[in-house]
């Protein structure tokens, strides 16, 4: 196995992509709840901002700032990891690690976020990913993502892309 190594910042934020074992599988989006209380029980545990998120069926991206001091996000994200897997139906788990039950990739990439310029075009990508995908054609039709919120807090002269 590769050395594998990760820059962690103590109040860092970071870009995150993490994805299903089956790329064909839709079962983010077909359990999207239980990914939304995942989050906000590792949030309530641990917390963290969530800047900008969009959910596809098979992967997520997401930034996440951690608070002064705290560079941990590798326990973050396999809690939520094992939250959501632990609310899904015995049907879909199968064998795997502990927490992924052959649901997720093992591993996530991870870029940390240099400054403003590298933070807009996070954000962009994220919220402009389920258009890239081909799922929709405006990410104003994509009902899994931050952009909402993002155009009612920056007006709608902000757009992605």
Not at 59 to 72: I, N, Q, R, S
Request: proline residues 7%.
């Amino acid at each position: 196995m590769p050395d594998y190594r990760r820059l962690y910042i103590p109040g860092g934020t970071f870009f995150f992509t993490v994805t299903l074992k089956n790329r064909t599988s839709d079962v983010l989006t077909a359990n999207i709840e239980s990914l939304r209380q995942s989050w906000r029980d590792v949030r309530a545990r641990r917390p963290f901002e969530t800047p900008a998120a969009v959910v596809l069926p098979d992967h997520t991206h997401f930034m996440m700032t951690l608070p002064e001091g705290d560079h941990d996000y590798s326990t973050r994200i396999r809690l939520i990891k094992a939250g959501f897997t632990k609310c899904l139906p015995e049907t879909i788990k199968g064998e795997g690690r502990k927490g992924e039950r052959n649901i997720w990739q093992q591993r996530f990439w991870e870029h940390a976020i240099r400054d403003e310029k590298d933070y807009e075009a996070h954000v962009n990508y994220i919220h402009h990913n389920p258009v890239k995908h081909g799922y929709v054609d405006d990410p104003d039709e994509w009902p899994f993502s931050t952009w909402h919120r993002f155009k009612r807090d920056y007006g709608k002269a902000w757009r992605p892309g």
